[in-house]
């Protein structure tokens, strides 16, 4: 590799470090009240749990303990027209409530045993809206649980971050920017022109940030837009992306914590398609929708107003994405009928097609069961 690439490397890796610290400027804190319990309780019993009142590296549980978190904050007057985010990192998952303790958004922390090289598992920033204030003052709820996303004990399980921030949401639209072509160039070949072009797109880019003012950040991304407005000429190739979040019913934490992370991961799914009008989302496994119909009624009526839209897919013919090499063949035979069952009885909807992607070996007779049952597709 050339002297100069590796110094345009070192320095578009400074930049996004960089821009990663000033997407988000804390303007105050946040009080945290939590109720800690050994098991998930209610919204209405909220307050059964021991109090702690927590500062930030405070420890509030052990594995799969549980506790309802109470935040309390007032955004200073000099920011209220400001873009305001709150950032929470509570060494576990949680999800936030509206004021009738109805899921609204999942939250999950940074620390985990997750490949970092895949992408940044955290969900940590919650943008302030009506339903987290009262009063004029910031005042909400969160469901916890003490663990990461693969069910451990992380960080001994403390009090991360409690922040109140403002988000310059040019800055981060920046950064994806950036990241799609630094992540591109991962894929071609060192070698080639277009490798290159990337790479000094991203170097300008770099370049034009000086004290990240408005225009250095436009002047900036209009570098990036010419690579990212490139056609691949030489694949006439077209994408469909649609969302989805897998999800173990059972594996490394206890069954009701799985209930809980299907609230968690299914409300921040909606904020998303309120968010982005393009963006569908899909997911699988009637069990799951189950527990939300039983547990998350509120919840359960908003995913079935966007599969009527359109854009929430159902996945999957099973009840559950099964093991299909253990099992016999009656058993796939009712996982095909109950699923399909469920998903035409429940959202009116002819599932097609088996999604079936983290088991381990597929058994001989899941084409035969398939084309009996009316599924003709497998993913």
């Given at each position: 590799?050339?002297?100069n690439?590796?110094a345009?490397?070192?320095?578009?890796?400074?930049?996004?470090?960089?821009?990663?610290?000033?997407?988000?400027?804390?303007i105050?804190?946040?009080?945290?009240?939590?109720y800690?319990t050994?098991?998930?309780?209610?919204f209405?019993n909220?307050?059964?749990?021991?109090?702690?009142?927590?500062?930030?590296?405070?420890?509030?549980?052990?594995?799969?303990?549980?506790a309802?978190?109470?935040?309390?904050?007032?955004?200073?007057?000099?920011?209220?027209?400001?873009n305001?985010?709150?950032?929470?990192?509570?060494?576990?998952?949680?999800?936030?409530?509206?004021?009738?303790?109805?899921?609204?958004q999942?939250?999950t922390?940074?620390?985990?045993?997750?490949?970092?090289?895949?992408?940044?598992?955290?969900?940590?920033?919650?943008?302030l809206?009506?339903?987290?204030?009262?009063?004029?003052?910031?005042?909400?709820?969160?469901?916890?649980?003490?663990?990461?996303?693969?069910?451990?004990?992380?960080?001994?399980?403390?009090?991360?971050?409690?922040?109140?921030a403002i988000?310059?949401?040019?800055?981060?639209?920046?950064?994806?920017?950036?990241?799609?072509?630094?992540?591109?160039?991962?894929?071609?070949?060192?070698?080639?022109?277009?490798?290159?072009?990337?790479?000094?797109?991203?170097?300008?880019?770099?370049?034009?940030l000086?004290?990240?003012?408005?225009?250095?950040?436009k002047?900036?991304?209009?570098?990036?837009?010419?690579?990212l407005?490139?056609?691949?000429?030489?694949?006439?190739?077209k994408?469909?992306?649609i969302g989805?979040?897998?999800l173990?019913?059972?594996?490394r934490?206890?069954?009701?914590?799985t209930?809980?992370?299907?609230?968690?991961?299914?409300?921040?799914?909606?904020?998303?398609?309120?968010?982005?009008p393009d963006?569908?989302?899909?997911?699988?496994?009637?069990?799951?929708?189950?527990?939300?119909?039983?547990n998350?009624?509120?919840?359960?009526?908003?995913?079935k107003?966007?599969?009527?839209?359109?854009?929430?897919?159902?996945?999957?013919?099973?009840w559950v994405?099964?093991?299909?090499?253990i099992?016999?063949?009656?058993?796939?035979?009712?996982?095909v009928?109950?699923g399909?069952?469920?998903?035409?009885?429940e959202?009116?909807?002819?599932?097609?097609?088996?999604?079936?992607?983290?088991?381990?070996?597929?058994?001989?007779?899941?084409?035969?069961?398939?084309k009996?049952?009316?599924?003709?597709?497998?993913m």
């Amino acid at each position: 590799m050339p002297h100069n690439m590796k110094a345009y490397i070192k320095q578009i890796k400074k930049t996004f470090r960089r821009i990663e610290e000033e997407i988000y400027t804390e303007i105050g804190g946040l009080d945290a009240v939590a109720y800690v319990t050994k098991e998930p309780v209610s919204f209405e019993n909220r307050f059964s749990g021991k109090k702690i009142d927590l500062k930030v590296n405070q420890p509030w549980g052990g594995l799969f303990d549980c506790a309802w978190f109470n935040f309390t904050g007032l955004v200073p007057k000099e920011h209220e027209d400001k873009n305001i985010v709150l950032i929470i990192d509570l060494s576990g998952e949680a999800y936030i409530t509206d004021k009738k303790g109805n899921p609204i958004q999942g939250i999950t922390t940074k620390a985990s045993e997750y490949d970092f090289s895949l992408g940044k598992p955290v969900k940590k920033i919650v943008y302030l809206k009506d339903e987290l204030m009262s009063e004029g003052k910031i005042d909400f709820w969160a469901d916890a649980g003490c663990n990461d996303l693969f069910g451990n004990l992380v960080n001994n399980g403390v009090l991360v971050e409690c922040k109140i921030a403002i988000c310059n949401e040019e800055l981060k639209s920046l950064y994806y920017d950036l990241e799609v072509l630094s992540e591109l160039m991962t894929q071609i070949p060192e070698d080639s022109a277009q490798y290159h072009t990337i790479l000094h797109s991203l170097y300008n880019s770099s370049n034009a940030l000086g004290s990240c003012t408005y225009d250095e950040i436009k002047n900036a991304k209009e570098i990036a837009a010419v690579e990212l407005n490139r056609k691949c000429a030489d694949a006439p190739l077209k994408i469909s992306a649609i969302g989805h979040a897998h999800l173990d019913l059972a594996w490394r934490w206890p069954i009701r914590e799985t209930i809980r992370k299907g609230a968690r991961t299914f409300s921040t799914a909606l904020m998303n398609l309120e968010k982005y009008p393009d963006y569908v989302f899909g997911a699988s496994q009637p069990q799951l929708y189950v527990w939300m119909k039983e547990n998350y009624p509120v919840l359960y009526k908003r995913i079935k107003e966007y599969v009527k839209k359109g854009r929430w897919e159902a996945q999957g013919a099973m009840w559950v994405e099964s093991d299909t090499n253990i099992t016999g063949a009656e058993s796939l035979v009712r996982q095909v009928i109950y699923g399909k069952r469920f998903f035409k009885e429940e959202f009116g909807i002819d599932v097609r097609t088996l999604w079936l992607p983290d088991v381990f070996g597929y058994s001989a007779a899941i084409p035969q069961i398939l084309k009996k049952s009316g599924v003709d597709f497998f993913m």
